[in-house]
Nanobody, 118 residues
Framework: QVQFVESGGGLVQPGGSLRLSCVAS????????MAWYRQSPGKQRELVAR???????NYADSVKGRFTISRDNAANTVYLQMHNLKPEDTAVYYC????????????WGRGTLVTVSS
C-alpha cells in the first residue's frame, strides 16, 4: 500500500523558516524522482520542487533561492527546507512521485499545512 506521510508544517511569520518531511512507503524510492507540491485555497495543486534519483533538483520560479529539496534514500524520506517564507507560500504541502501532466503518480497523503502570517 502506497503511503506518504508529510509533517513539519505550522504557523510562521513572514521571513521565517520551516523544514518539511515526507516519509514514503509502498513505493520504489531510491531510483525514482520525488517532488513536493502545494495547494492553496481556491487554487489548483502546483509543483513546487522536484529531486531526481541523482539528487538533481528543480524548482518553481516562485520558490527559487528560498526553498531546497533533498532526499534520504536510506530513510525513504524527502525534505523541503523553506526560508524567507511569504504569505503567498501559505498552502497545504504534499509529496509524491512525479507523474504525467504535472500530477503526482500515486494517491495523495494528507499533506501538512503551512501558514505564513503575522
Amino acid at each position: 500500500q502506497v503511503q506518504f506521510v508529510e509533517s513539519g508544517g505550522g504557523l510562521v511569520q513572514p521571513g521565517g523558516s520551516l523544514r518539511l518531511s515526507c516519509v514514503a512507503s509502498g513505493i520504489r524510492f531510491r531510483g525514482y524522482a520525488m517532488a513536493w507540491y502545494r495547494q492553496s485555497p481556491g487554487k489548483q495543486r502546483e509543483l513546487v520542487a522536484r529531486v531526481s534519483s541523482d539528487s538533481t533538483s528543480n524548482y518553481a520560479d516562485s520558490v527559487k533561492g528560498r526553498f531546497t529539496i533533498s532526499r534520504d534514500n536510506a530513510a525513504n524520506t524527502v525534505y523541503l527546507q523553506m526560508h524567507n517564507l511569504k504569505p503567498e507560500d501559505t498552502a497545504v504541502y504534499y509529496c509524491n512521485q512525479p507523474g504525467t501532466g504535472g500530477n503526482g503518480r500515486f494517491n495523495w497523503g494528507r499533506g501538512t499545512l503551512v501558514t505564513v502570517s503575522s
